[in-house]
Every structure is written in C-alpha cells, then in structure tokens.
T-cell receptor, first 117, second 116 residues
Framework: GAVVSQHPSRVICKSGTSVKIECRSL??????MFWYRQFPKKSLMLMAT?????????EQGVEKDKFLINHASLTLSTLTVTSAHPEDSSFYIC?????????????FGPGTRLTVL | AQSVTQPDIHITVSEGASLELRCNYS??????LFWYVQSPGQGLQLLLK??????LVQGIKGFEAEFKRSQSSFNLRKPSVHWSDAAEYFC??????????????FGKGTKLSVIP
C-alpha cells in the first residue's frame, strides 16, 4: 500500500515551453502533497506544500508563477513548470501523506527528470 | 538555523560487513527523525522513523537507528550489509514551519557502495 506515482518519469523540452508533471496517490487519499526539487549531489529541497482544494504554500525563493501547483483532488497534484529554461532542469519529486503531516509518513514518488534544452 | 548534517558523502563497505551512517541534527525541540533510502529509478522509501519512546528504532530491511539526544545524532546501522543495500541514504527531520505546517528537511545524503 501507500504507492505514489509520477508521470512522466523523464521529459525533455525546449526552452520557453511549459511542462506538466503529475503526482498521484494510487491507493490512498492524500490530504497533503509536497513537491521537492533535487539537484545532483544535493539534498531534496521543498518547493511547496499543497492541500486538496486550496492554494499551495510555496517556500521562500520559489517562484509561484513559474511553478504552478494544482491539487484538484485527493489523489492528484500537478506541477507545471511554465516557460521553462535550462536552469529549471532538475529532478522533481512529489510526496503525499494521508493525514496530519506532523505524524503521518510521507510517501514519495519515483521522481521526474526534467531536461530543458 | 535548523539543519540536518550527514558528514559522509560516500561510504564503501564489503558485503557482509557492518554499516553505520551518521546523521546529526540541529533543532531546539525534540525532533521527529527519519531515514529514507533512494535507489535509482525509485522513490524514496522510508526505512524507519523516530517520534518518541524507545530511542533504538527498528526499521525495514534489517536497519536500525539510535536517537541520542546528548549528541544530537540519529545514526543508521545494519549489522551485515547486502549488495542490494547499495543506494543513497537520506536522514531527515520534520520541522514545524508555522501556521500548522510541517516540512521535512533532508540531509545531503550518503551514497553507499557495496563491494561483493
């Protein structure tokens, strides 16, 4: 149980285009979903936290107009990288928790490798 | 500032040998601590977590970790490493970030290589 999927697993796009990444909780309802970015040889950096039906809370330094997050249902959150540039190339990982994130485990997706040419 | 430090970037051990991965945290209150493992092409998998109670925590795949408040440490151990344990290991602390929100703060990870 507690499986989180991401789609696509890998995407290559041209500079200036937008890319949407989906995160789904397959066998549970996720009240809270998180989006992380992982740079090579770096730890995961939390980008934003989203609760179903409400606006995402972005971490300091993360451009909310560039990284659009939608959490329309209890099993789906999407991250759209708008007008992508090469510096947006990274590994994006989502996670989901069923209940109170203070006490409930976060379950992580396998990640999406974004390459912007 | 609250932080998580994993001092070892890369560790190599022989199969069958014991393993200890170090993790130190900086946090004023009693932390919620986690160890995750990341294998290529797979998501982070929770190995174990500490919220309270017994300071020696047992996890999956034969791993254990010990919370030592005096040393601000939460080191991960395994008595006998298997080749399949080769992966990246992350220590994380759950921090209260205000307004009812919590966030996981990760260390930079330790890459484990296993020699057959």
């Amino acid at each position: 149980g507690a499986v989180v999927s991401q789609h696509p697993s890998r995407v290559i796009c041209k500079s200036g285009t937008s890319v949407k990444i989906e995160c789904r909780s397959l066998d549970f309802q996720a009240t809270t979903m998180f989006w992380y970015r992982q740079f090579p040889k770096k730890s995961l950096m939390l980008m934003a936290t989203s609760n179903e039906g409400s606006k995402a809370t972005y971490e300091q330094g993360v451009e909310k107009d560039k990284f659009l997050i939608n959490h329309a249902s209890l099993t789906l959150s999407t991250l759209t990288v708008t007008s992508a540039h090469p510096e947006d190339s990274s590994f994006y990982i989502c996670s989901a928790s069923q209940a109170d994130p203070a006490t409930d485990t976060q379950y992580f997706g396998p990640g999406t490798r974004l390459t912007v040419l | 500032a609250q932080s998580v430090t994993q001092p070892d970037i890369h560790i190599t051990v022989s199969e069958g040998a014991s393993l200890e991965l170090r993790c130190n945290y900086s946090y004023g209150a009693t932390p919620y601590l986690f160890w995750y493992v990341q294998s290529p092409g797979q998501g982070l998998q929770l190995l174990l977590k500490y919220f309270s109670g017994d300071t020696l925590v047992q996890g999956i795949k034969g791993f254990e970790a010990e919370f030592k408040r005096s040393q601000s440490s939460f080191n991960l151990r395994k008595p006998s490493v298997h080749w399949s344990d080769a992966a990246e290991y992350f220590c994380a602390v759950l921090l209260y970030s205000g307004a009812g929100s919590y966030q996981l703060t990760f260390g930079k990870g330790t890459k484990l290589s296993v020699i057959p």
